[in-house]
């Protein structure tokens, strides 16, 4: 290896190493791949629903009610429940992250090892060699015709040459030559983790399901308070004011129906639901390789409507292959090229193009050039000369003789001899080199170009397209989703790698073209889908003017130029190939870099969003329903017709645990906007009905002189009717394990009625005939009106949404 300036030719010693790790000066940087347990516990645990659950529990036990407590050992549960699938997801994510962590090569004290790229220490000695990414910023010190990919830093595939004295940064890849360089920046200093860094300043994905449930609790939490008030006041009344109700003692059983009216309004289990979904898909993820960086990121690419792509490394694979030879027309084709063009495939120092010929070019002469000048980026072309003589294999004469050029037809005939077919090849997005002749010899120290060059043959060589990206781009077209390609590289080259996956792109638009007016931008997306020389500043522009177009936006990439636009988007997707910075900043990280992935990712956020959006109508009806006979029972001043106990079970029958399997049951229908609109036009309707249906109950049950045991006992049988048909109403079309769980729900009401040691602790009794019939009459009107109610409902959300009627919720 030839090197100038080598600083610490062995590396650091390991006394060295240790003070550096002492001193904090490691290449370590925190990158979570998943919520911290702490972040966990906080989101599951300390809520505002979970304190006021947690005082009404502790009232109750103080009042020595402990049976009608139920609710909080629930709540317990649905805690435990949330904050375990949640760690669950976290250990599965955590583990993928910790298979998929990179290595680095680096000498200390004479000694070539791999560490782990955290354990990079400032002054390590990097060993940088084909295929390797650089773990650090880095100052070269000696080079062996080192060249590096940065197209993850400028979006560009050209290769650049590094000596002695450049700079390399994190996330560059080597792809020729090799070398050594000095680190000189690690950790939170390096320019990857300083984006990172950056990047994750925005914390939490946009998520429709999440802020539609935290509008709904901060509407309860802002009417909890009064209504609380109110019916706490009521039912003293009920028990001849405030002075007789604390002589009599009265006051607790006051205290016990608020808490039953209060805890019935906090939907709780909704947001348990939503966690658990989140959680579940993210672990189904996770073995299909695909790292999901937070859990609302699973909805997240269901919503996109517009997906932008980077092409390096998301349509293509990354790399190139040799796709034919087209000799030159009317030019003179001396002996041999072909052997030639062997040998500049099987040379051990070719670049990554030149390195394509080998499969190609196998009959290379076995005798070594007498003199050379390997390819550098600044003259894109490499050169070599074979002497006349025999070949020392065969003992033919050598048909190779004389000098050849292998590089770009602008750089290798500067009067452009060649500029209409290497255009034309070009236009085709094709890479294009060519094979010059001279029987000058090479002057290795001036390194320019032999005289009297003739061109031999245009040689082209494409990009490796992913095989699944053809078919994952015909699927989101089927699902209406648009589809934009922007890339660093030339724009011709881009649309024709666009036209071979199946995108209609005639021409490429030239970024360096694009307007700086936002609303000229935001026109000139709308006309064209392919875009080539994107900066990243560009592409974050690009993706901005989408969003405010009013599109949800998906970006994928892999390269640190991509992190910008990535790190903007409403859905960040980056592969794991790419740049750390990229992929600190995405939402989701494809570990086995497949494109097709993508798909699977839609399908389970779909069936998130639809089923959460299905349950969410049981738990918002019970939310409206509550709060009605809240302020009915206020104004009214009745007695509460239930006990918290009642209501326990009532619940969990008919809305909590029928609403943990639809939660997770598969569900294909398309994403539409308006979750939180469609759910409230179902659950306000309906909610109101239940509230007057159990008003009416205890009023007439009231003036019919019927106890309060036997009032209680028919409000809650009255529920249980009109909860099982609102459970039954939302799970069709019936089928396969609905039955199941909607018979199993049934099952399990039947015994709560009939099984006395049940019956007995929620204090029911055998109903009369006049409860009997108030209850039957006041269920079918009720059912009548929730029958009709729901199919305005479908009526609404089909004309909102424009869509087939087999999406409906």
Not at 465 to 490: H, K
Not at 764 to 787: G, H, N
Request: net charge negative; proline share 4%.
């Amino acid at each position: 290896m030839s090197a100038t300036d080598v600083e610490t030719p062995v590396g650091l010693t390991e006394a060295e190493v240790a003070q550096r790790v002492a001193d904090g000066r490691t290449n370590a940087f925190s990158q979570q791949s998943s919520r911290s347990a702490a972040s966990i516990i906080r989101a599951n645990v300390l809520t505002l629903f979970n304190g006021i659950i947690a005082a009404c529990f502790l009232v109750l036990l103080l009042l020595g009610r402990w049976q009608d407590a139920l609710f909080g050992f629930s709540a317990i549960a649905n805690t435990i429940i949330g904050s375990v699938q949640e760690f669950r997801a976290k250990a599965a994510l955590d583990k993928l992250a910790l298979l998929h962590a990179p290595r680095a090569r680096v000498r200390r004290a004479g000694d070539a090892q791999e560490i782990a790229v955290a354990d990079v220490v400032l002054d390590d000695l990097l060993v940088l060699r084909a295929g390797d990414q650089v773990p650090a910023d880095a100052r070269v010190v000696a080079s062996a015709h080192l060249q590096l990919d940065e197209s993850m830093l400028t979006g560009e595939s050209d290769a650049v040459d590094k000596v002695p004295g450049d700079e390399v940064l994190s996330g560059s890849i080597v792809i020729a030559g090799e070398g050594e360089a000095v680190v000189v920046r690690v950790g939170a200093d390096s320019f990857a983790n300083k984006l990172a860094a950056e990047a994750k300043k925005f914390s939490l994905v946009a998520s429709e399901l999440r802020s539609s449930i935290d509008k709904v609790l901060r509407v309860v939490s802002w009417i909890v308070g009064p209504i609380a008030l109110l019916v706490f006041n009521a039912q003293i009344m009920v028990f001849g004011g405030w002075e007789q109700a604390f002589e009599s003692g009265d006051w607790r059983q006051a205290a016990v129906n608020t808490i039953a009216a209060l805890v019935a309004m906090i939907p709780l289990g909704l947001v348990l639901m939503t966690s658990i979904a989140f959680a579940v898909g993210a672990v189904k993820l996770a073995g299909q390789q695909v790292l999901v960086q937070e859990l609302a990121a699973v909805e997240g690419l269901a919503r996109v409507d517009l997906i932008c792509l980077d092409k390096t490394g998301t349509l293509t694979e990354g790399t190139i292959a040799f796709d034919a030879e087209h000799p030159v027309d009317g030019g003179v084709t001396p002996d041999g090229w072909r052997r030639a063009l062997a040998w500049a495939g099987g040379d051990p120092e070719a670049n990554a193009t030149a390195r394509c010929l080998a499969e190609a070019y196998r009959d290379a002469p076995s005798h070594e050039p007498i003199a050379r000048i390997p390819f550098s980026s600044a003259r894109k072309w490499s050169a070599f000369e074979f002497a006349a003589g025999s070949d020392a294999a065969t003992d033919a004469p050598t048909d190779a003789a004389g000098s050849w050029v292998l590089g770009g037809p602008e750089m290798v005939f500067p009067d452009n001899r060649l500029a209409g077919d290497a255009r034309e090849l070009a236009a085709s997005g094709l890479r294009t080199l060519v094979l010059a002749h001279s029987t000058s010899p090479l002057d290795e120290e001036a390194e320019a170009l032999p005289a009297g060059l003739t061109p031999v043959a245009l040689l082209t060589f494409r990009e490796r397209i992913r095989t699944d990206a053809a078919e994952t781009l015909a699927y989101f077209a089927e699902q209406g989703v648009a589809v934009r390609i922007i890339s660093g590289d030339n724009p011709d080259t881009v649309a024709a790698i666009a036209r071979s996956v199946g995108l209609d792109a005639a021409v490429g638009f030239d970024a360096r073209q694009l307007p700086e007016d936002p609303a000229e931008l935001s026109e000139l997306l709308q006309r064209h889908l392919v875009f080539g020389r994107v900066t990243p500043q560009q592409k974050k522009a690009i993706v901005v003017a989408l969003k405010e177009a009013g599109h949800t936006v998906a970006m994928t990439g892999d390269g640190v130029n991509d992190a910008l636009a990535i790190k903007e988007a409403d859905m960040g997707i980056a592969m794991e190939s790419g740049a750390a910075a990229t992929k600190a900043v995405a939402r989701i990280v494809l570990l086995d870099g497949r494109f097709s992935h993508l798909p699977r990712v839609v399908a389970e956020g779909r069936q998130v969003i639809a089923n959460i959006e299905r349950v969410s109508m049981l738990f918002l009806t019970k939310t409206v329903y509550a709060t009605g006979l809240a302020v009915l029972f206020g104004l009214f001043v009745l007695q509460f017709p239930f006990l918290p106990r009642q209501l326990s079970v009532i619940d969990g029958l008919t809305i909590g645990i029928p609403a943990f399997f639809l939660a997770l049951m598969p569900n294909a229908r398309r994403y539409v906007p308006g979750f939180l609109r469609r759910s409230l036009s179902f659950a306000i309707p309906t909610g109101v009905v239940v509230a007057v249906a159990l008003f009416v109950y205890s009023w007439l049950a009231t003036q019919a002189g019927i106890g309060q045991d036997e009032l209680r006992t028919g409000s809650t049988l009255l529920l249980t009717i009109i909860g099982l048909w609102i459970l039954t109403v939302l799970s069709r079309p019936i089928d396969g394990w609905k039955i199941l769980i909607i018979g199993s729900m049934m099952l399990g009401l039947i015994l709560v009625y009939s099984v006395p040691l049940v019956t007995e602790f929620l204090v029911f009794v055998d109903p009369s005939i006049v409860t009997a019939a108030l209850v039957l009459v006041v269920s079918v009107v009720s059912i009548a009106l929730i029958e009709v109610i729901r199919f305005v409902h479908l009526r609404y959300v089909r004309r909102t949404a424009r869509f087939d009627p087999s999406t409906a919720p």
